[in-house]
């Protein structure tokens, strides 16, 4: 009996202790927008490659060791930014092979403009860019007017409103002061978090070698309203160059989220998961409401980066003019959500916008011009407020007579 008791005892103590363990080691799923532990010939389908990029091995290699060489890869598409333009990614990269001393460098890129920009030499292939935001890794030393600290640093680079992108940073700092063993130019792999409060407006940049745990304290950071520099909608993305002197620019994995992240992307206590890629959206036209309102179905369709659809996603809907209704919509088993939206015959234009967890989004202009002969109570209003005007001025002038 006693041993039966202590059996018991020790099957319910050890079943304890495993559930203690196993829950410990589980992680979180987070939805992010952008998830690439690593490149291969699927998931680079993401990118415009621009220039002299290209994957290189399981690398997106911005650059090779060569002279005179520009590569860019940006977000094929525009990511909507909801939240003060607040972001947080997280990416590795290494910068190989030098040779002439080794050059240029790699810049993170936010921008409006294009997503096949890109430029050769000390401007990092971000220089010239309107409307941009850069955070670069700089391994050639430029004179004035680039006015470079030394040829290993790190550097916050925005253009002041609506100016061209500039490789004058606004702060930089010398990475031997971070680790006096670490050149960024040393092919070993870097880890880097560059996170965005746009509530406080602080960019915030750490630096890691060897290893992807972020460390607590930023290695540089500047106060900075991006809401100045870029619109809510961008492409995201990687650019790199080299000149007289050259390396392997070569980016390893890349997290990005268009929501800052309390503590950033942190692998090691989280794993994520990619939200949505591409939102399809159609309208269509379907019959004048009992109030003489135009209602129109809006459907749209979330795929991934293959085109495969996705099921159970959220998408929230917008609108510049009428009411759509529900605000939100989840996909069913075949990636599809749709929604209602009815407007007034007076609008003649609404474009509506439906947006993924993520920032994957799809305008649509919907056009009104399906005319009712019931009046609008607006219509009402107006011809009530001109009777009273007419009356009234009626009345005063017999007044005066
Ligand atoms: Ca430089
Ligand atoms: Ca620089």
Not at 53 to 66: N, Q
Not at 106 to 127: K, R
Not at 201 to 211: C, G, H
Request: with cysteine; proline share 3%.
């Amino acid at each position: 009996m006693r041993d039966g008791l202590k059996r018991l005892f020790i099957l319910v103590f050890s079943s304890l202790l495993f559930t203690i363990l196993f829950c410990s080691l589980v992680v979180a799923d987070e939805t992010v927008s952008a998830v690439f532990p690593a490149f291969n010939s699927t998931n680079i389908q993401a990118f415009q490659i621009n220039g002299n990029a290209a994957l290189s091995g399981s690398s997106l290699r911005l650059t090779p060791a060569l002279g005179n060489q520009a590569g860019s890869a940006f977000w094929s598409q525009k990511i909507f930014l909801p939240s003060n333009r607040s972001f947080s990614a997280y990416f590795s990269f290494k910068i190989s092979s030098s040779g002439g001393g080794g050059a240029d460098g790699i810049v993170f890129v936010i921008q409006p403009q294009s997503n096949t920009a890109g430029s050769s030499g000390g401007g990092l292939g971000f220089e010239g860019i309107n409307n941009s935001f850069g955070v670069e890794f700089d391994t050639y030393l430029n004179s004035a007017p680039t006015s470079d600290i030394n040829a290993n640093h790190i550097g916050i680079d925005g253009s002041s409103p609506n100016g061209k992108g500039n490789v004058t940073s606004l702060a930089s700092r010398d990475v031997s002061t971070i680790n006096s063993s670490w050149v960024l130019d040393d092919s070993a792999e870097y880890h880097a978090w560059i996170d965005y409060n746009g509530t406080n407006k602080s960019v915030e940049v750490r630096l890691n070698r060897y290893n992807n745990t972020r460390p607590a304290v930023s290695h540089l950071n500047y106060t900075i309203n991006l809401g100045d520099v870029f619109p809510t909608d961008v492409y995201i993305g990687f650019s790199a160059a080299t000149g007289g002197a050259w390396n392997n620019h070569d980016i390893t994995s890349f997290y990005f989220n268009n929501e800052v992240i309390n503590q950033g992307i942190n692998l090691n206590t989280t794993s994520y998961l990619m939200a949505p890629f591409r939102l399809n959206i159609y309208s269509q036209f379907t019959n004048i409401t009992a109030n003489g309102w135009n209602r129109s179905e809006i459907y749209v369709n979330a795929t991934d980066i293959n085109n495969a659809t996705l099921a159970n996603q959220l998408i929230s809907f917008s609108t510049t003019s009428g009411i759509i209704s529900p605000g939100s919509a989840t996909t069913n088993s075949t990636g599809g959500a749709l929604n209602t939206l009815i407007s007034s015959h007076n609008y003649a234009v609404a474009t509506v916008r439906a947006t993924a967890v993520g920032g994957a989004f799809a305008d649509i202009n919907v056009t009104f011009n399906h005319l009712s002969t019931i009046p609008e109570w607006s219509d009402i209003g107006l011809m009530a407020v001109l009777v009273m005007v007419i009356s009234g001025y009626i009345v005063i002038n017999k007044k005066v007579d």
